[in-house]
């Protein structure tokens, strides 16, 4: 998926000349529809829409979705979500569809599991959006958030050329919501935290003192030298207390794996855990927790101290001595932090279950959202 900072300059392209539209292809199954082919939408206009479950840039999208679905599905606009997994466990079509009702997406959605549509349309980001006119050209595309007014606009040009009455419809031109400006600073080390992976498939080189430095390409999110000398390994971390912006840090017993790293025993008072330093407004956390019935609790504090109610995510509870926990139960994004202003914490997730799984942490710099 794009990171805030570049799925906030991403612009929109408007094609220069229509492009055919690929067909859908190597469809796994729908969900809210029947299977469906761009061929049979000819004469409407087709919105698909990138997405996938766990991604926070998709999630911040839903509202503009739902709300073009309903102001212009009665119109001729046909909403499609592709919905192409990052991980594994969003391959699971009871998984996408219990998402979908979650956030209310009622258009139909394709399950793209095997990349499918996703590589015939050329498309490299979550979220994309290309919209398809009447005679099945690509008129518009955009990668990552934002744009919503001029996506609508173009919505609206593409519904007049097939004759459809939306002169009653309002459109909305409000501004894109802004990301306060410190994300983007000159300073890498300040400004917002990269998204985080966990997998080894991602965490190929432990970083070097340059990469530390100027903040390179380098693959490397795992500050800990023992992560890269095995594979599919149950190893002890000891924290060394020091935290970079744009890492991970692990303390007691862990599993690397392709997409995650695990917890790998129990650990009584939380004394096992995972640790980072950011920069953002909010944060988020892709968790499972595999053969766990009842759900896993994930110990959360900022700073050294619990969550106050003001600083705490939407997954976010509290017990009766007013320490913060988020009890994962499904694998999905968790909302772990939501602060009011775009600061600077220490944030450590302390686990007692074996088999917690940490896939990725991911950041806004919104004033409001995840």
């Not at 309903?70 to 998402?99: M, W």
């Not at 050329?122 to 001029?150: C, M, T």
């Not at 106050?308 to 007013?322: I, N, P």
């Amino acid at each position: 998926m794009l990171s805030l900072a570049l799925a906030l300059l991403v612009t929109f392209v408007a094609c220069a000349a229509p492009q055919p539209a690929p067909e859908l292809q190597g469809i796994d199954g729908w969900i809210n529809s029947r299977p469906l082919t761009l061929a049979e939408l000819r004469g409407k206009v087709v919105l698909l829409d990138f997405w996938t479950y766990s991604c926070v840039n998709c999630i911040r999208t839903f509202p503009y979705l739902k709300e073009w679905d309903e102001k212009y599905g009665d119109r001729g606009l046909v909403i499609i979500g592709v919905h192409t997994p990052e991980f594994e466990f969003e391959k699971v079509k009871q998984n996408v569809s219990e998402a979908a009702a979650t956030h209310g997406l009622e258009y139909p959605i394709a399950l793209d599991n095997n990349y499918s549509t996703w590589n015939a349309f050329f498309n490299d980001a979550w979220p994309a959006k290309y919209l398809i006119d009447q005679n099945g050209d690509v008129r518009y595309s955009h990668l990552g958030e934002g744009a919503y007014a001029e996506t609508e606009q173009v919505i609206r040009e593409l519904l007049a050329e097939v004759g459809a009455d939306i002169t009653r419809i309002a459109q909305n031109v409000s501004a894109d919501p802004q990301a306060d400006r410190q994300a983007f600073s000159l300073d890498p080390s300040r400004g917002i935290t990269r998204e985080l992976y966990a997998g080894y498939d991602r965490n190929q080189t432990l970083p070097s003192a340059a990469f530390v430095t100027l903040m390179g390409n380098t693959p490397a999110y795992i500050m800990a030298e023992e992560y890269y000398r095995q594979q599919d390994a149950d190893i002890f971390y000891n924290d060394p207390g020091d935290y970079l912006n744009h890492f991970i840090y692990l303390q007691g017993q862990w599993r690397n794996s392709p997409e995650s790293i695990t917890h790998a025993r129990a650990s009584p008072n939380f004394e096992d855990y995972l640790a980072i330093k950011f920069y953002a407004t909010s944060v988020n956390a892709v968790l499972s927790a595999g053969g766990i019935l009842v759900g896993a609790a994930v110990q959360i504090t900022l700073d050294g101290s619990p969550l106050t109610q003001a600083q705490a995510g939407q997954d976010v509870g509290f017990d009766e001595h007013g320490n913060s926990f988020v009890l994962v139960d499904q694998p999905r994004l968790y909302g772990l932090v939501e602060l009011d202003q775009f600061s600077s914490h220490e944030l450590r997730l302390g686990v007692e279950s074996p088999d917690l799984s940490l896939f990725a942490f991911t950041f806004g710099a919104y004033e409001d959202g995840p």
